[in-house]
């Protein structure tokens, strides 16, 4: 078998010729993810004065969801357990969590285990944080002994982002185009 590269003439510039699985969901492709949409505008959904997300794919039908988190303020921004693994990538500014000794800074990679609790910090001369994050499962919010104090996930998401787009008039079904 050789690759595209391998490959020369006009056979490797054939598309596909036969169907894609029936029932398939479309793919979903945002474009300028790292400019366009890091522009302050009404599509960053608000969970707080302060911080805000903006989904790029909502997988109800796998409970997982991919979203930029953008946070606006110093200090905790959350104590949670996680059910799932969590991937992280760091657009802007820097954050920590205070049970462990690094720090995920601008361009930096970051995977969470599921099971794990930690502390969301954002140091004080953060004036934005801006992280991609893939998150599997949920988050269980907890007080410092692991108490349960609410929770996230694909589901309320979906919710918080349909309320939010039908309240700046763009309809509740604008986060169709995000979910999966």
Known sequence: MSTVSEKRGDEAAIPYQLPQPAFMSPDIVHLGVLD?????????VPM????AFKPLLLCASQGYYVNLLRVRQSGVLSR??????????????????????????????????AGETHTLFVPED??????????????????????AVGYEDVFTKIEAARNYYEEIGLGADYVKQFIR
Not at 127 to 147: A, K, L, N, R, S
């Open 48 to 51: 707080t004065k302060t911080v």
């Open 80 to 113: 949670h357990r996680h059910t799932g693994p969590v991937h992280a990538m760091v657009l802007k500014g820097r954050w920590y969590y205070l049970e462990h000794d690094w720090v995920a800074e601008l361009n930096s990679y970051a995977h969470e285990p």
């Open 126 to 147: 953060v004036e934005e944080m801006i992280t991609w994050f893939h998150v599997t499962g949920g988050y269980t919010y907890v007080d410092p002994q692991g108490v």
């Open 36 to 44: 366009k949409w890091l522009e302050d505008d009404n599509l960053w």
